[in-house]
């Protein structure tokens, strides 16, 4: 199975107020092929203390255990070194979020918050990864830049980036 860059995002949401805007461009960024959603696990957490959970995924059964065994390796090692490779696509079989880790997220939100978990797969990124492999390029870093340090350096709309909480 071939797969593109899988990234993880993690999205706090202090004071939720869903309009039902962001589902559906999800829905739209996969259905053009631009993302592969491997996984979704949004937490709400109620003013009363209860708590919501919702989980998503657009992998096959077979698919699941194929990437969730490789995401599961990568899991895995980066908790357990070599014998979390072993262990982690069992783990993976599951789902990709153990209860564990649910319950983690869900005691990290306040009361009358949310959070949102996803794990993407790049799909658009596939094509350019190939070209840049077949002319012997090799991919030597990356990452993400948030759009509150390219304000930071000079950007525009400085109202309409929101810095992330640890940016404050």
Do not use: C, N, Y
């Amino acid at each position: 199975m071939e797969f593109g860059p899988v990234q993880i995002l993690v999205v706090a949401f202090e004071d939720p107020k869903f309009t039902g805007e962001i589902l559906p461009e999800l829905r739209r960024l996969r259905e053009h092929d631009i993302v592969r959603l491997i996984d979704l696990l949004v937490v709400s957490k109620a003013d009363d203390g209860s708590l919501s959970t919702v989980e998503m995924s657009d992998l096959s059964q077979e698919e699941s255990r194929e990437l969730g065994s490789v995401v599961g390796a990568l899991i895995g090692f980066a908790a357990d070194g070599d014998e979390g490779v072993e262990a982690g696509p069992e783990a993976q079989r599951e789902g990709v979020f153990t209860d564990a880790e649910r319950w983690a997220v869900a005691d990290t939100i306040p009361v009358g918050s949310a959070a949102a978990v996803a794990l993407l797969e790049h799909r658009w990124a596939i094509p350019m990864r190939d070209m840049v492999h077949r002319a012997g390029g090799a991919s030597l870093a990356d990452g993400w830049v948030h759009p509150a340090d390219l304000v930071a350096v000079g950007g525009d709309r400085t109202d309409s980036v929101p810095a992330p909480p640890d940016r404050a």
